[in-house]
C-alpha cells in the first residue's frame, strides 16, 4: 500500500478510529495487524522474511542484555549476520555474481555462476538498519531489551515508517507503544497539516515534474543540454519533493495517534555548504551512518588520513546502501570526494545576504550534479549526460513525452514552477513540521485552504510509487 492511494485513503482514519475506540492494552495489536495489511498489500509472501529477523532480533536482545561480557559481543554478531546476510541475498547477491560473470567473460572463460530469481522485499534496507539499531544500542547498554514480543515487532513494523523510515532509534519510539495515547485536536490538526504538506510535495510537485525527468533521462541522447540541465535541476526537486513528502506523511500520520518520529529532512537545498547538506538530508539515516560506523571507524580523531579515510568508507557504503548498481556507488563517492574537499580546506566565516545566497547555490548545483548518477542507469549514460550538459549544443525540445505518453506541455511547466516557489516560499517562513501555523489560526486555514485546493486540482494521482521504496 502507498501513502498516494485510495486504499490509503480509507486504511488510515479506519486505523485512527478504532485505535482510539479500543482500551489502551489491545492497541498494539491493532498497529501491528494494521502494519502486517500495510505490508502484505505489497508481496505478502515477503512479510515472512520481517517475522524471521524480528525474532532473532527480539531474542538476540534479551540474550545480549543477560549475556556475560564476552558472550554479549558473540549474540550481536549473531544479529548483524542474520540481517545483514538477509540484505546482501536479495538486495546484492545479483549484483556480485553479474560482476564477477562479466569479469569471466572478458577472461574469455566459459563459466557463468547462476543468478537468483527474486524482487527486491520493499523497504528492506530501512527495516534491516532500524533493526540494528536496537541490538546495537541493547549491546552498548543505552536500551533495556523489549520483553514484550508484540511490541518489539510493532517497532520493526509501524506502519507509518515502515517501508521509507525514518530509521528511529529504539529509545525515541519504543517506549511510546507502551505509553497511553488520548486524542487530542491538537495533534489531529498538526499531523494532518504535514500530511498534506507531504502529499503536496509528492503529487503536485514530485510526480508532476517525474514526466520531464523520465522523458529526458530515458532518452538523453534526443534532447540538447538546455534539457539536459532543466531535468537534472527538476530531479533535484523531484526527488527531494518525493523522500521528504513520504517523510511528512508517515510522521504526520504517526503525530495524529500521538506518536513521535523523528524529524528527517530540514530544509537541506537551504544548505551553505555540502558539510550542512548532510545534516539536513535524510537525517536518520546520516546519523545512523555517524552512530554505527563513522564514530566506531575512529570519527575525527587520529591522523588527517584516518579522517579523511572514515568519510570515505562512510559515504561510499551510504551509496551502496541505496541500490545494487555502480551508479550509486559512483554517487557516493562523489559525495566523499566533496566533502573530503570541504574538511580541507573550509573556514570559518560569516556570511553577508550576498556570500550567504552565492554559498547556497553553489551548494545546490554540487548537490543536483552529483543526483545524476543517482537517476541515470548505467555509469555510461552517467558521463553522457554530465557531457553533454556542459557541451554547446543548444537544441531544445519543448514538450517532452514519457513512456505512458503523457505530455509535459506549458501547463505542467507553469504549474511546476509556480508549486516549487511556493515549496521553497513556505520552508523559508516556517520550521521543519510547520509547526508555527499553531500561532497564526487565519494563516493556518489558509495554508491548508490552498494546499488541499492545490492537491486535488493539480495533483498527478496515478498510484506513482515513492523512489526510496526501491531501496
Not at 564476552?70 to 560482476?99: A, E, H, P, Q, W
Not at 552512530?291 to 588520513?305: A, E, M, Q, T, W
Amino acid at each position: 500500500m502507498i501513502f498516494n492511494s485510495l486504499e490509503f485513503l480509507l486504511f488510515f482514519p479506519i486505523v485512527n478510529i478504532l485505535y482510539f475506540l479500543l482500551p489502551h492494552k489491545f492497541r498494539w495489536l491493532l498497529l501491528l495487524l494494521a502494519s502486517c495489511y500495510f505490508y502484505m498489500a505489497f508481496i505478502p509472501i515477503y512479510i515472512l522474511i520481517l517475522f524471521f529477523t524480528i525474532i532473532v532480533d527480539y531474542y538476540a536482545g534479551i540474550l545480549i542484555e543477560n549475556a556475560e561480557i564476552k558472550r554479549k559481543k558473540t549474540y550481536l554478531l549473531l544479529s548483524v549476520f542474520v540481517n545483514i546476510g538477509t540484505l546482501m541475498i536479495f538486495k546484492y547477491y545479483n549484483f556480485f555474481i553479474d560482476n564477477i560473470n562479466e569479469s569471466f567473460s572478458l577472461l574469455n572463460s566459459s563459466i557463468s555462476l547462476p543468478v537468483l530469481s527474486l524482487i527486491l522485499p520493499i523497504g528492506l534496507s530501512f527495516h534491516t538498519f532500524q533493526a540494528l539499531s536496537y541490538t546495537i544500542e541493547v549491546y552498548r547498554g543505552n536500551q533495556k531489551a523489549e520483553r514484550h514480543f508484540g511490541i518489539y515487532a510493532l517497532y520493526v513494523m509501524f506502519y507509518p515508517q515502515l517501508v521509507a523510515g525514518p530509521i528511529e532509534r529504539p529509545q525515541n519510539i519504543l517506549h511510546q507503544f507502551h505509553e497511553k495515547k488520548y486524542f487530542s485536536s491538537e495533534f489531529l490538526i498538526s499531523g494532518l497539516r504535514l500530511m498534506l504538506w507531504g502529499f503536496f510535495k509528492k503529487v503536485v510537485i514530485a510526480d508532476r515534474l517525474s514526466v520531464y525527468v523520465n522523458g529526458v533521462f530515458d532518452n538523453a541522447d534526443e534532447y540538447g543540454s538546455l534539457n539536459l540541465i532543466i531535468a537534472a535541476v527538476f530531479f533535484s526537486i523531484e526527488i527531494y519533493c518525493d523522500f521528504s513528502g513520504y517523510s511528512d506523511i508517515a510522521i504526520g500520520s504517526a503525530k495524529v495517534m500521538g506518536f513521535d518520529l523523528m524529524t528527517n529532512f530540514n530544509r537541506p537545498y537551504f544548505s551553505k555548504n555540502i558539510k550542512e547538506f548532510w545534516s539536513r538530508w535524510h537525517i536518520s539515516l546520516s546519523t545512523w551512518f555517524r552512530d554505527y560506523v563513522y564514530i566506531p571507524l575512529g570519527g575525527n580523531r587520529g591522523s588527517k588520513f584516518k579522517k579523511y579515510r572514515n568519510v570515505f568508507i562512510v559515504f561510499v557504503l551510504s551509496g551502496f546502501w541505496h541500490g545494487a548498481n555502480w551508479t550509486f556507488i559512483l554517487w557516493g563517492l562523489i559525495h566523499a570526494i566533496l566533502n573530503m574537499l570541504y574538511m580541507a580546506f573550509h573556514k570559518q566565516r560569516t556570511y553577508s545576504i550576498f556570500r550567504k545566497g552565492l554559498a547556497i547555490i553553489s551548494t545546490f548545483i554540487l548537490v543536483t550534479i552529483a543526483w545524476i548518477p543517482f537517476r541515470a542507469s548505467t555509469i555510461k549514460d552517467t558521463i553522457y549526460f554530465i557531457k553533454n550538459m556542459f557541451s554547446s549544443n543548444q537544441h531544445y525540445v519543448s514538450v517532452v513525452t514519457d513512456k505512458s505518453h503523457h505530455e509535459f506541455g506549458a501547463t505542467s511547466f507553469f504549474i511546476s514552477l509556480i508549486s516549487i516557489a511556493l515549496l521553497f516560499l513556505v520552508e523559508n517562513y516556517n520550521n521543519v513540521r510547520l509547526d508555527g501555523f499553531n500561532k497564526h489560526k487565519k494563516l493556518d486555514v489558509a495554508f491548508c485552504t490552498v494546499f488541499l485546493i492545490m492537491v486535488l486540482v493539480f495533483g498527478v494521482f496515478q498510484k506513482q510509487s515513492f523512489i526510496y521504496f526501491q531501496f
